[in-house]
């Protein structure tokens, strides 16, 4: 009778919990967001713009004017690094920065995020965008973590980890495209060269020819034609501009090379001048000399300001100048068959600019053509320069790391909690192949399963969010019959592990394994329901033919669900709430009351029947048992007698899981042990005890034998 009052109040109870969840659902999560039109949303951003050009480029880019002044670019990060988030499709957003590459703003067009429509407000989502306003394209920026090297660490979103990490690939990513594409920075070098060091006993006596003609000395030669065509739509395209005649006429001839290498520098100065030489350079630095006729690599500049302004020497991305320190005047040169020179000069390069004599670099000449007074219009001409093997020793380069994907920046982020999580899957592997051995302890096995649950409720659910979900597997499916990637899976690793013991374990065994051990709500609601009977809280138990019958619930949940994901997953996800896993775990209670309200219910439910939700609603417990029949090995023993006649298995069995006639129904068994300590307790088994009852009649009536002696 009290059963029947508490099976009536308890469905009466369900039934309206379920009507409320399906009337308050779609107020919130059933909203779909609509993508949005960019140029708006550029206008906001740049509210002192009068014109916005066409998206065009590669990458595609909006330029934005005010007037003839760029006030800065905006981009659509779909265009340009187009990366699937935890729905399987991008996020895309509209990124702004200004001329300099700093960031205006980033916000959210559209997206597809089903965790984020379901849980959390997408003004959450676009709170985490708006943390790039004020940061530069050149700094690294990353999501989380500690707050190390040289990286700027943006904040994370509880319960959409993936989708911010994804988001912030693609801005960074798309950025520095679009940055380099537009001269905002430069591509940094792939390949590093570490110091190289000059090598001594080189010198071999040579003329002028044969250094010019090696490499050693190098030259830039630049005729009349030239210049006049550098200028050409300047200001200055007209003056000083030499007629047709003058054309092929020299400009300028600069002769140059690195004067330090012994066998450049004693071959043009004479042992002596670069014995002196040697002696000016101090540790780290070097020597330049250049000679030339023509047009004056000198100027006049340096006499006013002491700064040789036409010419400098650039190596990698730097830039050396030189001032009247660092020069002297060369009155000769001692090798033989070399042109006479109207300029020739030593430049010294300082340790403080850390030349690299192993590494190719220019000598750049500025030529400055005066279109007023004081107004003048500069252009410039290069000479390359390497230096010879046989004068340097280069040690190997440095390769600069691979940069790491999305995927193994997240495994490597997670580093800890994924050598944690293998080593409970090998803990219970462990337990699992020894199972008849504890057994037989029943005091220690019931310890350490409580102990086991507690870290997957604590550490699995609540610390790493890893509570499996049937989505993941209509997702899983969706994937394996469109474009498979693994990469989609791969990005969150808690819940990728827990996927490879899920399916490692119904292989093996069945879902049972991961139902009993491994999800965090289920581990939650047997901790509690424990904790009850402990305070002898009242525990309904229903009829079988009665339990029996609402096994079949959480199978046409299921078959609904999956219904709807063929038809949007977002969708199905939505009505996938029955599940009250994101809302303890991945938001721990922090959401509409509604989830909460269904969360808890659930969770005072359970304190009188056990695993309640577990046994009749879950629709990801009835995915995983839908794959029991392929399971190889069934190591939970039976007896004949058990459930003809004894019973105290299916009676103790607390979710209920032992059919009358004592057959283990794999497909509800939460493996938890139990009937196998029972199996093994000759104190407690009927069969056994009924066994050792007979071996001690057997010996209590047993005949003592007596020796007869003949003769």
């Known amino acids: 009778m009290l059963n029947s009052f508490f099976v009536n109040r308890l469905m009466t109870l369900l039934l309206s919990v379920i009507a409320l969840i399906s009337f308050s659902l779609p107020v919130q999560a059933l909203f779909v967001s609509p993508p949005k039109a960019p140029e708006p949303i550029i206008k906001q951003l740049f509210p002192e713009a009068t014109s916005i050009g066409e998206k065009a480029g590669e990458p595609p880019v909006w330029k934005i004017l005010k007037g003839e002044q760029v006030l800065g670019y905006a981009f659509e990060t779909n265009d340009i690094a187009k990366i699937p988030a935890y729905s399987g499709e991008p996020v895309n957003m509209l990124v702004a920065f200004d001329a300099q590459g700093v960031y205006i703003g980033a916000k959210v067009l559209e997206h597809h995020e089903p965790i984020i429509l379901a849980g959390i407000p997408e003004s959450k989502l676009y709170e985490f965008a708006d943390q790039y306003t ?69 010198y071999a006596q040579a003329n002028w020819q044969q250094l010019t003609g090696d490499g050693s000395i190098r030259k830039l030669y630049l005729d009349r034609a030239a210049v006049d065509q550098a200028f050409v739509g300047t200001d200055a395209e007209h003056i000083d501009e030499a007629d047709a005649e003058q054309k092929k006429d020299m400009f300028a001839e600069v002769y140059f090379a690195q004067l330090d290498i012994e066998n450049i520098g004693r071959n043009l100065l004479g042992d002596q001048e670069y014995a002196w030489l040697k002696a000016e350079l101090k540790p780290g630095e070097f020597a330049l000399i250049l000679m030339g006729n023509g047009y004056s690599f000198k100027g006049s500049g340096y006499v006013r300001g002491g700064i040789f302004d036409r010419i400098q020497l650039l190596q990698n991305d730097e830039a050396i100048a030189f001032r009247d320190l660092d020069h002297h005047r060369i009155t000769d040169i001692a090798i033989s068959g070399a042109p006479d020179f109207k300029e020739k000069s030593i430049f010294i390069i300082r340790e403080h600019q850390e030349f ?54 997240v495994w490597q982020e997670h580093s800890l909690e994924v050598t944690i999580l293998i080593g409970l899957m090998l803990v219970l592997l462990a337990t699992l192949f020894f199972q008849d051995v504890l057994v037989r302890h029943p005091s220690f096995l019931h310890n350490f399963r409580h102990g086991f649950l507690i870290v997957t409720v604590v550490f699995i659910g609540w610390t790493w969010g890893g509570q499996l979900s049937v989505v993941n597997v209509f997702t899983f499916l969706q994937a394996f019959m469109s474009k498979f990637s693994w990469d989609l899976f791969l990005l969150d690793p808690v819940i990728f592990i827990l996927w490879i013991a899920a399916a490692v374990a119904i292989l093996l065994w069945g879902r049972a394994v991961y139902c009993g051990w491994l999800c965090p709500f289920g581990a939650l609601q047997e901790l509690l329901n424990v904790f009850a009977r402990y305070i002898k809280l009242p525990q309904l138990e229903l009829p079988f033919a009665v339990h029996e019958r609402l096994w079949a619930i959480k199978y046409l949940i299921l078959l609904a669900l999956f219904g709807l994901s063929l038809d949007s997953l977002a969708l199905a996800e939505q009505f996938a709430e029955i599940e009250p896993f994101k809302t303890t775990f991945l938001l721990k209670f922090d959401r509409q009351w509604p989830f909460v309200f269904w969360a808890v219910f659930l969770l005072v439910v359970n304190l009188f029947n056990r695993k309640f939700f577990c046994r009749y609603l879950c629709p990801l417990g009835a995915a995983l048992s839908t794959s029991n029949s392929i399971r190889l090995f069934n190591w939970l023993k039976r007896r004949p007698e058990c459930g003809q006649p004894c019973k105290t298995c299916a009676k103790e069995c607390e979710i209920q899981a032992i059919h009358p006639d004592g057959t283990i129904n794999m497909r509800e068994c939460h493996y938890c042990l139990d009937c196998q300590i029972t199996y093994f307790n000759e104190q407690k088994c009927p069969p056994l005890k009924k066994r050792a009852r007979k071996q001690r009649q057997y010996k209590e009536n047993q005949i003592e034998a007596v020796t007869v002696v003949t003769e």
């Open 134 to 202: 004020g940061l530069t394209v050149s700094q690294r920026l990353k999501v989380g973590g500690n707050k190390q090297d040289d990286m700027i660490h943006l904040d994370g979103l509880s319960g959409a980890t993936v989708t911010v990490m994804v988001m912030n690939v693609a801005i960074t990513k798309s950025a520095t495209k679009v940055a380099r594409s537009l001269g905002i920075i430069e591509a940094s070098d792939e390949i590093k060269q570490p110091m190289a060091t000059l090598l001594g006993d080189v």
């Open 356 to 409: 690299n004599p192993g590494v190719d670099w220019q000598l750049e000449l500025l030529v400055r053509r005066q279109t007023g007074p004081v107004d003048s219009i500069f252009t410039s001409f290069k000479g390359d320069y390497s230096t010879l093997d046989k004068y340097v020793h280069r040690p190997p380069v440095v390769l600069p790391e691979p940069e790491l994907t999305l995927t193994q920046q």
